[in-house]
């Protein structure tokens, strides 16, 4: 730095605030020694090095938090700074920036404006993600903000305590203890100490996250970091925010300050915010902007303009008169006077603001208000004057402020206004502007095309599971570990979680739905895409699965709300969810999936029973309708899928399924007619059984019946569950939607009603019991009787029949795998084998084939038996499945079920501990035993005896005889001789004995009691779910099953392979429960349905909006505005004054009038001027009007 002497230090210190000795050299004058620099100027003065201070900021006595900070010259790029701040100090991007100016020294700072930095400033910072710039020192509003920061960083979240930023830029040369900062090599921390935290002083403050320390070369001097703080504010201003819709806002708030500051650089259009009362330079231009502007002569300038120049003149003379009210001893007003002038003329980007009067809650809408009163004097011709303030709004997701000042009904908003915002609203999760924009105008079936809902399946983070999931679809898809730019992403992730329930979506919108081969379907998909700019056919239901795919639940809920099929949408909502759960690795995030899951199962619940208390046949008809947004599938098919059980316990579902069970006959028949009638058939055309009309003809569509007959249940039963006209009559054109006007050929009275009872599933549920007790009986009588040698003497004629009969069996196993269903060979593959109780039919038959295989052979007769005893029990526990649809047997099936996952628990621990004691105790017992068969005996065997009290005491006392003869010879017993017992440590196999009955019999088995009661609570308690739910798959399996039984449902299967390959004849079955609707009756069952949920939806607003804690958040509301409008009192007070300034004016305009023509001689008035009259008043005071 040069010396420029300062010529009040006699050549002691520099302009620059520096001693004489401290600078490197001397600006002296010419040859004559006369000084010819007389002014220190940084830029001339002043040369740049290397920063030597920069690193990590650490605080003696403060908090473990580290702060940064940075040395740097006045005149570096802010781009540099910015970058350094948000990329290497890791700074999150700001939505706002709020630069606090003035207010620094000493000086004393009012309690109202602690309250509105506190309660105002940085609680609306803290809500928007904001950055606020103080000089960042322990003195004036700069210590305030750091309190305030501090306080409300100890009360926030975690998730909102770095949206805050405090960032101080100070001048190096003010910042006391600079040195302890400077390291060349960087400090990671320094070191700094303060002496005195109670007092104002220029030391860091410790509350603020990053400093960055201006140094032009002064000491000791404010005002050096002006101009780069200038230059940065207006580079941020030009930075896009995180979400990227809109410039980060700026701006400049204004506490006291001194005449310094009246040169604001308004030239940027950076907005101003002004605190009235606060003192100083915010007093005059609050008095300046609110009153002067009200003035005849100002409100004359600004409509002359410059056009003559007695208005300015005057208006120049009224700011000199209020700068010297305010700043009565300023040595050069003048200069000043000018400044205050050009603020004057660019008062639309100030904001005059009174927190003593407002109070600091709505301080984020005076700064929203004052960041569009300055875009607005920014905005073009063309653009919508509100758009910029929508996007703010959005941006600090302050859907309050956007309905009370935007869309209150005064603003006609256009699509093209709102496309933007509403991106950003879904990108950054903000369900309640979505739910704004389209009640206010924007149609989502213009809004979401193919195009934008993959730009919306781009806007996932990389961190979360759908990524993940995206990303192992598409390298499967493409196979190479490319990144997700494939165009098929909810195809992909919408396949990948539903699984074999629904068809894969949105193929027919790629294009996709012919084409199978993975090559063109890649080289269709790399081309021009032109599916990108075609609406979506059901834009809510898309927008639901992005949203459930994400876990949002409130933009789920809201999407959910506006889509069709309300319970079907819940059904498809729970069933990724719980897909997702199962995936998700962090607890908390796969808790609050489990928990939407749940919730969106509990609304398919209660909008289906709100469904039911409707119609009853209606209700039965959603059910089982083929769904064309969810890829074909069906509420009770996609409620399984979703392990929906609170849904299948629901009292409708039942009923439906208990109908599809019962057939055409009545459903309170005695199970003893039933097994009467199958023993007997004849008496089937007798009226044992109860039937339902079956005379009735069958409707041209079911919903013909359902939408304009409204039914009772037991018509409905008759109209759509009549088994013979729905399996054998109706063509196949009825499955595809095609209309259908003939009625089906009148069978004969025998016929019918054979077929009323064969074809009931109730009847192939107790033919197939019967069966296969006869089937296990005669499995045994073989085992135990009939069990021939191999061949040629055997085997005998009932092990043949028995081998025929397994055929049979494995026969229908073949049937329900390979042709059932209308999905892919490795799909039917994969659901047969999750099913616990067909892995039972597999293991059964896998046995049952090895077993006879080894029995035909004399090398492997014994072991072919030995395998088809262990079968035997395999077929005997398959018995248990055929009972899970009685109501009693079903839940404790269930119950068994998990409790033998608990016992896996129990043998665990059983094995560490019995395998410790087996090998202590036979180590103890006998020194030395060859023998493994015996080891092994001793080792797990003999303990596992001890548990249930067979304990050899005669073997494991020494002092009790034991006839076993025994030897210590080590050649005998390797021989395979009994050795003898150790006798000196016995003593420690009983002790061991001891412990180990203990352990054994008292805790662990005390443990799995303790389990089994809790499976046992836990179970009995739902055991009415449990087995609502189970009682699906049965009626579903023995719908689809043949009437005959094994092993004559080999009959069965040739009239079926007659029928299906010789005669092509297309299955009914084959869609299970699967009802097609098109046309108006789709039109009408969906619109019903509709109705119904906004009644759902409806009620439980009510009920919420009845609770204690509406009630009281209303009532806030209402007090809220209550205050609200006092506080708007406040500027008829400004416009009385205005209104007593004009009335001053003409009145001392007109009383020196009047002295003027008293004085004169020229005019003789009739009568003397008037006088003023004052009136009391008991309300206003007193009252002066004048009196003639």
Same mark, same amino acid.
């Given at each position: 730095?040069?010396?420029?002497?300062?010529?009040?230090?006699?050549?002691?210190?520099?302009?620059?605030?520096?001693?004489?000795?401290?600078?490197?050299?001397?600006?002296?004058?010419?040859?004559?020694?006369?000084? !010819?620099?007389?002014?220190?100027?940084?830029?001339?003065?002043?040369?740049?090095?290397?920063?030597?201070?920069?690193?990590?900021?650490?605080?003696?006595?403060?908090?473990?938090?580290?702060?940064?900070?940075?040395?740097?010259?006045?005149?570096?790029? /802010?781009?540099?700074?910015?970058?350094?701040?948000?990329?290497?100090?890791?700074?999150?991007?700001?939505?706002?920036?709020?630069?606090?100016?003035?207010?620094?020294?000493?000086?004393?700072?009012?309690?109202?404006?602690?309250?509105?930095?506190?309660?105002?400033? $940085?609680?609306?910072?803290?809500?928007?993600?904001?950055?606020?710039?103080?000089?960042?020192?322990?003195?004036?509003?700069? =210590?305030?903000?750091?309190?305030?920061?501090?306080?409300?960083?100890? %009360?926030?979240?975690?998730?909102?305590?770095?949206? *805050?930023?405090?960032?101080?830029?100070?001048?190096?040369?003010?910042?006391?203890?600079? &040195?302890? @900062?400077?390291?060349? &090599?960087?400090?990671?921390?320094?070191?700094?100490?303060?002496?005195?935290?109670?007092?104002?002083?220029?030391?860091?403050?410790?509350?603020?996250?990053?400093?960055?320390?201006?140094?032009?070369?002064?000491?000791?001097?404010?005002?050096?970091?002006?101009?780069?703080?200038?230059?940065?504010?207006?580079?941020?201003?030009?930075?896009?925010?995180?979400?990227?819709? !809109?410039?980060?806002?700026?701006?400049?708030?204004?506490?006291?300050?001194?005449?310094?500051? #009246?040169? @604001?650089?308004?030239?940027?259009?950076?907005?101003?915010?002004?605190?009235?009362?606060?003192?100083?330079?915010?007093?005059?231009?609050?008095?300046?902007?609110?009153?002067?502007?009200?003035?005849?002569?100002? #409100? &004359?300038?600004?409509?002359?303009?410059?056009?003559?120049?007695?208005?300015?003149?005057?208006?120049?003379?009224?700011?000199?008169?209020?700068?010297?009210?305010?700043?009565?001893?300023?040595?050069?007003?003048?200069?000043?006077?000018?400044?205050?002038?050009?603020?004057?003329?660019?008062?639309?980007?100030?904001?005059?603001?009174?927190?003593? &009067?407002?109070?600091?809650?709505?301080?984020?809408? $005076?700064?929203?208000?004052?960041?569009?009163?300055?875009?607005?004097?920014?905005?073009?011709?063309?653009?919508?004057?509100?758009?910029?303030?929508?996007?703010?709004?959005?941006?600090?997701?302050?859907?309050?402020?956007?309905?009370?000042? +935007?869309?209150?009904?005064?603003?006609?908003?256009?699509?093209?206004?709102?496309?933007?915002?509403?991106?950003?609203?879904?990108?950054?999760?903000?369900?309640?502007?979505?739910?704004?924009?389209?009640?206010?105008? +924007?149609?989502?079936?213009?809004?979401?095309?193919?195009?934008?809902?993959?730009?919306?399946?781009?806007?996932?983070?990389?961190?979360?599971?759908?990524?993940?999931?995206?990303?192992?679809?598409?390298?499967?898809?493409?196979?190479?570990?490319?990144?997700?730019?494939?165009?098929? +992403?909810?195809?992909?992730?919408?396949?990948? @979680?539903?699984?074999?329930?629904?068809?894969?979506?949105?193929?027919?919108?790629?294009?996709?739905?012919?084409?199978?081969?993975?090559?063109?379907?890649?080289?269709?998909?790399?081309?021009?895409?032109?599916?990108?700019?075609?609406?979506?056919?059901?834009?809510?239901?898309?927008?639901?699965?992005?949203?459930?795919?994400?876990?949002?639940?409130?933009?789920?809920?809201?999407?959910?709300?506006?889509?069709?099929?309300?319970?079907?949408? %819940?059904?498809?909502?729970?069933?990724?969810?719980?897909?997702?759960?199962?995936?998700?690795?962090?607890?908390?995030?796969?808790?609050?999936?489990?928990?939407?899951?749940?919730?969106?199962?509990?609304?398919?619940?209660?909008?289906?029973?709100?469904?039911?208390?409707?119609?009853?046949?209606?209700?039965?008809?959603?059910?089982?309708?083929?769904?064309?947004?969810?890829?074909?599938?069906?509420?009770?098919?996609?409620?399984?899928?979703?392990? %929906?059980?609170?849904?299948?316990?629901?009292?409708?579902?039942?009923?439906?399924?208990?109908?599809?069970?019962?057939?055409?006959?009545?459903?309170?028949?005695?199970?003893?007619?039933?097994?009467?009638?199958?023993?007997? /058939?004849?008496?089937?055309?007798?009226?044992?059984?109860?039937?339902?009309?079956?005379?009735?003809? *069958? /409707?041209?569509?079911?919903?013909?019946?359902? !939408?304009?007959?409204?039914?009772?249940?037991?018509?409905?039963?008759?109209?759509?569950?009549?088994?013979?006209?729905?399996?054998?009559?109706?063509?196949?054109?009825?499955?595809?939607?095609?209309?259908?006007?003939?009625?089906?050929?009148?069978?004969?009275?025998?016929?019918?009603?054979?077929?009323?009872?064969?074809?009931?599933? $109730?009847?192939?549920?107790?033919?197939?019991?019967?069966?296969?007790?006869?089937?296990?009986?005669?499995?045994?009588?073989?085992? @135990?009787?009939?069990?021939?040698?191999?061949?040629?003497?055997?085997?005998?004629?009932?092990?043949?029949?028995?081998?025929?009969?397994?055929?049979?069996?494995?026969?229908?196993?073949?049937?329900?795998?390979?042709?059932?269903?209308?999905?892919?060979?490795?799909?039917?593959?994969?659901?047969?084998?999750?099913?616990?109780?067909?892995?039972?039919?597999?293991?059964?038959?896998?046995?049952?084939?090895?077993?006879?295989?080894?029995?035909?052979?004399?090398?492997?007769?014994?072991?072919?038996?030995?395998?088809?005893?262990?079968?035997?029990?395999?077929?005997?526990?398959?018995?248990?499945?055929?009972?899970?649809?009685?109501?009693?047997?079903?839940?404790?099936?269930?119950?068994?079920?998990?409790?033998?996952?608990?016992?896996?628990?129990?043998?665990?621990?059983?094995?560490?501990?019995?395998?410790?004691?087996?090998?202590?105790?036979?180590?103890?017992?006998?020194?030395?035993?060859?023998?493994?068969?015996?080891?092994? =005996?001793?080792?797990?065997?003999?303990?596992?005896?001890?548990?249930?009290?067979?304990?050899? #005491?005669?073997?494991?006392?020494?002092?009790?005889?034991?006839?076993?003869?025994?030897?210590?010879?080590?050649?005998?017993?390797?021989?395979?001789?009994?050795?003898?017992?150790?006798?000196?440590?016995?003593?420690?196999?009983?002790?061991?004995?001891?412990?180990?009955?203990?352990?054994?019999?008292?805790?662990? !088995?005390?443990?799995?009691?303790?389990?089994?009661?809790?499976?046992?609570?836990?179970?009995?308690?739902?055991?009415?779910?449990?087995?609502?739910?189970?009682?699906?798959?049965?009626?579903?399996?023995?719908?689809? =099953?043949?009437?005959?039984?094994?092993?004559?449902?080999?009959?069965?299967?040739?009239?079926?392979?007659?029928?299906?390959?010789?005669?092509?004849?297309?299955?009914?079955?084959?869609?299970?429960?699967?009802?097609?609707?098109?046309?108006?009756?789709?039109?009408?069952?969906?619109?019903?349905?509709?109705?119904?949920?906004?009644?759902?939806?409806?009620?439980?607003?009510?009920?919420?909006?009845?609770?204690?804690?509406?009630?009281?958040?209303?009532?806030?509301?209402?007090?809220?505005?209550?205050?609200?409008?006092?506080?708007?009192?406040?500027?008829?007070?400004?416009?009385?004054?205005?209104?007593?300034?004009?009335?001053?004016?003409?009145?001392?305009?007109?009383?020196?009038?009047?002295?003027?023509?008293?004085?004169?001689?020229?005019?003789?008035?009739?009568?003397?001027?008037?006088?003023?009259?004052?009136?009391?008043?008991?309300?206003?005071?007193?009252?002066?009007?004048?009196?003639?």
């Amino acid at each position: 730095t040069t010396f420029v002497e300062d010529s009040f230090s006699n050549g002691a210190l520099c302009q620059c605030g520096g001693a004489r000795d401290e600078h490197a050299s001397v600006a002296l004058g010419d040859y004559f020694s006369t000084a !010819i620099v007389n002014h220190w100027d940084s830029a001339q003065h002043s040369s740049e090095y290397p920063t030597d201070a920069f690193g990590e900021l650490k605080f003696a006595g403060a908090s473990k938090r580290h702060s940064s900070y940075l040395r740097l010259s006045w005149d570096t790029p /802010p781009s540099i700074v910015y970058t350094l701040m948000t990329a290497h100090w890791g700074l999150p991007s700001p939505n706002l920036v709020v630069s606090v100016v003035g207010g620094e020294g000493r000086t004393k700072v009012k309690t109202w404006v602690r309250e509105v930095l506190r309660q105002g400033l $940085v609680k609306a910072s803290q809500s928007t993600g904001a950055w606020i710039m103080t000089a960042g020192l322990r003195e004036g509003v700069g =210590r305030c903000v750091g309190e305030a920061v501090r306080d409300h960083a100890t %009360a926030a979240s975690s998730m909102s305590l770095n949206k *805050v930023v405090a960032l101080g830029i100070a001048p190096w040369g003010l910042v006391h203890n600079r &040195q302890q @900062l400077v390291n060349p &090599q960087g400090s990671f921390p320094a070191k700094y100490y303060v002496q005195n935290t109670s007092r104002d002083s220029c030391c860091l403050d410790n509350n603020y996250q990053a400093f960055l320390l201006v140094d032009d070369g002064s000491e000791g001097r404010r005002g050096g970091e002006t101009g780069f703080r200038a230059k940065l504010e207006d580079f941020i201003s030009h930075q896009r925010t995180g979400s990227g819709s !809109i410039d980060i806002p700026v701006i400049c708030m204004l506490v006291s300050g001194d005449t310094s500051l #009246v040169d @604001l650089s308004l030239k940027t259009s950076m907005p101003w915010l002004v605190l009235a009362g606060s003192g100083g330079l915010a007093d005059f231009l609050s008095d300046v902007l609110e009153n002067l502007s009200s003035a005849p002569a100002a #409100v &004359q300038s600004s409509g002359e303009a410059d056009s003559e120049a007695g208005p300015s003149v005057d208006l120049k003379d009224r700011l000199a008169e209020r700068f010297k009210k305010h700043f009565p001893t300023e040595a050069e007003p003048d200069k000043l006077v000018e400044r205050a002038l050009s603020i004057y003329q660019n008062r639309d980007l100030i904001t005059i603001y009174h927190g003593e &009067q407002e109070g600091p809650n709505d301080f984020d809408t $005076v700064l929203l208000k004052a960041l569009v009163g300055a875009s607005k004097h920014r905005a073009s011709v063309d653009d919508s004057p509100y758009s910029e303030e929508l996007k703010l709004a959005v941006t600090w997701n302050r859907v309050d402020i956007a309905k009370s000042e +935007l869309f209150n009904g005064d603003i006609q908003w256009r699509y093209e206004d709102l496309e933007d915002s509403m991106t950003d609203a879904l990108v950054n999760d903000k369900p309640q502007f979505v739910r704004l924009f389209t009640e206010n105008g +924007l149609n989502i079936l213009d809004y979401l095309t193919y195009g934008r809902l993959e730009s919306l399946y781009y806007s996932v983070a990389d961190s979360t599971l759908l990524y993940q999931l995206l990303q192992r679809r598409l390298v499967e898809r493409l196979g190479t570990a490319a990144h997700v730019t494939s165009s098929n +992403l909810p195809e992909s992730s919408s396949k990948l @979680l539903m699984g074999d329930v629904c068809q894969p979506f949105y193929y027919s919108a790629l294009g996709l739905g012919q084409i199978s081969h993975r090559r063109r379907a890649l080289r269709l998909l790399r081309g021009d895409c032109m599916y990108r700019e075609k609406r979506c056919l059901f834009p809510w239901a898309s927008l639901f699965i992005w949203a459930v795919l994400q876990n949002r639940s409130e933009m789920a809920m809201f999407f959910w709300e506006m889509a069709g099929e309300s319970v079907l949408s %819940a059904l498809s909502g729970c069933k990724m969810l719980r897909e997702l759960s199962k995936l998700e690795v962090q607890t908390e995030t796969e808790l609050s999936m489990k928990e939407l899951a749940q919730k969106f199962e509990n609304l398919a619940h209660d909008v289906f029973s709100s469904c039911y208390r409707s119609n009853e046949s209606r209700s039965f008809t959603l059910l089982i309708r083929k769904s064309p947004v969810w890829g074909g599938t069906t509420c009770l098919q996609m409620g399984m899928g979703a392990d %929906a059980r609170l849904f299948f316990s629901h009292d409708g579902v039942q009923s439906l399924l208990s109908q599809i069970w019962w057939g055409d006959m009545k459903r309170n028949t005695e199970v003893w007619k039933l097994m009467l009638t199958f023993f007997c /058939p004849v008496l089937c055309y007798t009226n044992l059984i109860s039937y339902s009309d079956a005379d009735v003809q *069958v /409707p041209l569509s079911p919903m013909t019946a359902t !939408i304009k007959g409204e039914p009772s249940s037991n018509l409905f039963s008759s109209y759509f569950f009549n088994y013979i006209q729905l399996l054998i009559h109706i063509p196949s054109s009825f499955s595809t939607g095609m209309p259908y006007s003939h009625r089906p050929p009148k069978r004969p009275f025998i016929v019918s009603r054979w077929r009323q009872f064969w074809f009931a599933p $109730v009847t192939s549920f107790l033919g197939n019991v019967l069966m296969y007790f006869l089937f296990l009986l005669l499995f045994a009588y073989v085992l @135990l009787v009939d069990f021939a040698p191999p061949p040629p003497a055997g085997p005998a004629i009932t092990e043949c029949v028995l081998y025929f009969w397994v055929f049979t069996i494995v026969c229908e196993e073949i049937r329900e795998t390979f042709f059932l269903g209308t999905k892919t060979l490795r799909q039917r593959i994969r659901v047969y084998i999750q099913d616990v109780w067909n892995k039972c039919d597999l293991i059964a038959v896998t046995l049952f084939i090895i077993g006879l295989i080894c029995r035909m052979f004399d090398w492997s007769y014994g072991f072919g038996r030995d395998v088809l005893c262990v079968d035997f029990m395999v077929f005997t526990i398959r018995l248990l499945h055929i009972f899970a649809i009685h109501k009693e047997l079903g839940p404790k099936i269930i119950i068994v079920g998990k409790m033998v996952k608990d016992i896996f628990f129990f043998l665990f621990f059983l094995g560490v501990w019995q395998m410790a004691y087996g090998v202590a105790n036979q180590a103890l017992l006998y020194s030395y035993d060859p023998k493994l068969d015996r080891i092994f =005996r001793r080792v797990f065997y003999r303990p596992y005896l001890h548990i249930f009290g067979q304990i050899p #005491v005669e073997q494991m006392d020494v002092g009790k005889d034991w006839d076993m003869p025994c030897t210590d010879n080590v050649t005998l017993i390797k021989s395979g001789y009994e050795p003898c017992r150790t006798l000196h440590n016995n003593w420690l196999v009983v002790i061991l004995l001891v412990v180990f009955l203990l352990v054994t019999n008292i805790l662990l !088995i005390n443990l799995l009691i303790a389990m089994f009661s809790n499976t046992f609570s836990e179970v009995q308690a739902n055991s009415d779910i449990y087995w609502k739910f189970q009682r699906y798959n049965l009626i579903v399996q023995y719908h689809c =099953r043949p009437s005959l039984a094994p092993p004559f449902i080999i009959l069965s299967h040739i009239n079926l392979f007659i029928k299906r390959i010789i005669r092509k004849v297309p299955s009914i079955k084959i869609h299970q429960f699967v009802l097609q609707l098109t046309g108006k009756a789709a039109n009408r069952l969906m619109t019903w349905e509709t109705i119904q949920k906004e009644d759902f939806l409806t009620a439980q607003y009510t009920i919420q909006k009845s609770s204690d804690s509406e009630r009281l958040k209303r009532m806030s509301v209402k007090v809220d505005g209550v205050i609200k409008h006092l506080t708007e009192s406040r500027d008829f007070d400004h416009r009385l004054r205005a209104l007593e300034t004009e009335m001053e004016y003409c009145s001392n305009a007109l009383t020196w009038i009047v002295d003027t023509l008293a004085q004169g001689s020229t005019f003789k008035p009739p009568r003397p001027p008037p006088t003023l009259r004052v009136y009391q008043s008991s309300i206003e005071g007193h009252i002066v009007v004048p009196s003639y």
